[in-house]
């Protein structure tokens, strides 16, 4: 009798170290725990001045800032020069959003993060976008060695599906979504992407040529866009092919379209409207937590805070007149 036992591989990436609510509450269980906290992370090297990098600070005295710089007689903070800058939001607060942010891997509504923090839902909203500034940082992958896959997608609500004082009446297919270019490299397992006009042969171009690295490996579908590429190979879905073997290699754009089903899931089971003046933010999300799905929690959360210094975005910005986006920003709904 055969005794041996066949194991199988745990689901998702069990080698990761996670954190549970009990140890994520015991340890930031102040605000001043969550200020040693980010102090250690945005100040790795000793503190430094928010206002002119200085390191040539004190204590103070003071009701909300607790340093002052010598050099610029400015006071600070861990906060000051980060995303999170002039935040009335305690430091604890912050940590938690951070945390359930970055474990929900279709994201956290306004609405659900309002409630389990004790916010108001317009500082929910709020908060989330500045988080996902910094999730811009990890997002941005720059001289992808490959093969590396590439594909367009479109977000956005069907037509068909919209009020009728919302509908562009021009045409089927991607009319009123905004198109979002993506690259996956196979070398490395992280992916980038972002928000375009149109799936265009110059836009493939000048997206690729800030994120790929020169001589590398393409492959696509049969988009007309990504045919005059070099070192480039296709698969063509609209006669059902979606893996093409050639001198043993797998030519498919697999990877990058898992980023796509991510990000279609949570916006229909999620978020439920994508504004195309913040879509990029969202883009950048998800692509940010894939290229550091394998790290430990508390090190995806580290590497969050310390992408915040130089992020900061104000609500007004935020709320403010959106940039042209050509057709998009009259595709998407607000929120």
């Known amino acids: 009798m055969n005794t041996e036992v066949e194991t199988?591989?745990?689901?998702?990436?069990?080698?990761?170290?996670?954190?549970?609510?009990?140890?994520?509450?015991?340890?930031?269980?102040?605000?001043?725990?969550?200020r040693v906290w980010f102090e250690s992370i945005i100040w790795p090297d000793g503190r430094i001045c928010g206002h002119c990098d200085s390191t040539n600070t004190i204590e103070a005295v003071h009701r909300s800032m607790p340093y002052r710089c010598r050099d610029c007689s400015g006071?600070?903070?861990?906060?000051?020069?980060?995303?999170?800058?002039?935040?009335?939001i305690g430091l604890r607060k912050w940590a938690i959003a951070i945390y359930l942010e970055l474990t929900s891997l279709k994201g956290v509504s306004s609405m659900k993060l309002h409630r389990d923090l004790g916010v108001t839902?317009?500082?929910?909203?709020?908060?989330?976008?500045?988080?996902?500034?910094?999730?811009?940082?990890?997002?941005?992958?720059?001289?992808?060695q490959g093969p590396i896959e590439v594909d367009t997608t479109?977000?956005?609500?069907?037509?068909?599906?919209?009020?009728?004082?919302?509908?562009?009446?021009?045409?089927?297919?991607?009319?009123?979504?905004?198109?979002?270019i993506g690259a996956a490299?196979?070398?490395?397992?992280?992916?980038?992407?972002?928000?375009?006009?149109?799936?265009?042969?110059?836009?493939?171009?000048?997206?690729?040529?800030?994120?790929?690295?020169?001589?590398?490996?393409?492959?696509?579908?049969e988009a007309s866009a990504y045919q005059h590429l070099p070192n480039h190979e296709a698969v063509s879905h609209s006669a059902g092919e979606y893996v093409k073997y050639l001198d043993?290699?797998?030519?498919?754009?697999?990877?990058?379209?898992?980023?796509?089903?991510?990000?279609?899931?949570?916006?229909k089971g999620v978020y439920h409207h994508l504004s195309a003046k913040h879509l990029q933010r969202y883009i950048d999300s998800f692509a940010a937590k894939r290229n550091i799905r394998d790290a430990d929690?508390?090190?995806?959360?580290?590497?969050?805070?310390?992408?915040?210094?130089?992020?900061?975005?104000?609500?007004?910005?935020?709320?403010?007149a959106p940039q042209p986006l050509g057709q998009t920003q009259l595709a998407l709904e607000p929120w």
């Open 248 to 267: 043993g290699v797998n030519i498919d754009t697999n990877a990058v379209e898992s980023l796509w089903s991510t990000i279609k899931r949570a916006h």
């Open 297 to 320: 929690t508390a090190d995806q959360m580290a590497a969050v805070v310390a992408s915040m210094f130089g992020r900061h975005i104000t609500y007004r910005e935020l709320v403010g």
């Open 8 to 34: 199988h591989k745990a689901p998702g990436r069990s080698h990761r170290q996670g954190i549970d609510l009990i140890e994520l509450m015991d340890r930031f269980d102040s605000d001043d725990a969550a």
């Open 121 to 144: 839902q317009k500082t929910a909203w709020y908060m989330l976008h500045r988080i996902r500034e910094s999730f811009a940082v990890l997002a941005d992958v720059v001289a992808m």
């Open 185 to 221: 490299d196979r070398a490395t397992g992280k992916v980038t992407a972002a928000v375009v006009d149109a799936e265009t042969a110059a836009t493939a171009d000048a997206f690729l040529a800030d994120h790929a690295a020169e001589g590398a490996a393409v492959y696509t579908d």
């Open 75 to 88: 006071y600070f903070s861990v906060k000051t020069g980060t995303a999170i800058e002039s935040s009335k």
């Open 154 to 180: 479109y977000i956005g609500g069907l037509e068909k599906n919209k009020h009728a004082n919302k509908k562009l009446r021009a045409g089927r297919g991607p009319v009123g979504k905004a198109a979002v």
